[in-house]
C-alpha cells in the first residue's frame, strides 16, 4: 500500500488547512488510516486515526474541536481538516495506514507510512 499526502504548507495561526491522503489500495477486512505528526526536536506523536469499515473517529486532546478526520471510501482517501491552527501545531504530519484495528493511538500498529507534509502555522 502506498500513501501520499498533500495539503501542507504555511499557514497563519487562527487559519485553516486540509491534509489529503490517497492510499493506493484498500486491504481486505478491517483497515485504518491515521494522522501522526513530529515537531522539530520532538518524538512522533499520534493526531487522529479513523477506521475504514464503520468510520470509528479518534483523536488526541490537543486537537479535539479543532481537527476532523474523514474518509472518502470510493477514493481511498482520507483528509484532515485542520481549524483554528497554532503555532503549536506545527510539525511534519505523516499519513499511516494499518491491518488491524486495535491500539490505532500507537504507532507501532500502523503497517505502511507516507513521506509526510510540512505544516507550518506562523505569522
Known amino acids: 500500500v502506498l500513501l501520499v499526502e498533500s495539503g501542507g504548507g504555511l499557514v497563519q495561526p487562527g487559519g485553516s488547512m486540509r491534509l489529503s491522503c490517497v492510499a493506493s489500495e484498500r486491504p481486505r477486512g478491517a483497515f485504518a488510516m491515521g494522522w501522526f505528526r513530529q515537531a522539530p526536536g520532538k518524538e512522533r506523536e499520534f493526531v487522529s486515526a479513523i477506521t475504514w469499515n464503520i468510520g470509528a473517529l479518534s483523536y488526541t486532546d490537543s486537537v479535539k474541536g479543532r481537527f476532523t478526520i474523514s474518509r472518502d471510501y470510493a477514493k481511498n482517501t482520507m483528509y484532515l481538516q485542520m481549524n483554528n491552527l497554532k503555532p503549536t501545531d506545527t510539525a511534519v504530519y505523516y499519513c499511516?495506514?494499518?491491518?488491524?484495528?486495535?491500539?490505532?493511538?500507537?504507532?507501532?500498529?500502523?503497517?505502511?507510512w507516507g513521506q509526510g507534509t510540512q505544516v507550518t502555522v506562523s505569522s
Open positions: 499511516a495506514a494499518a491491518i488491524h484495528t486495535l491500539e490505532l493511538r500507537s504507532e507501532t500498529t500502523y503497517d505502511y
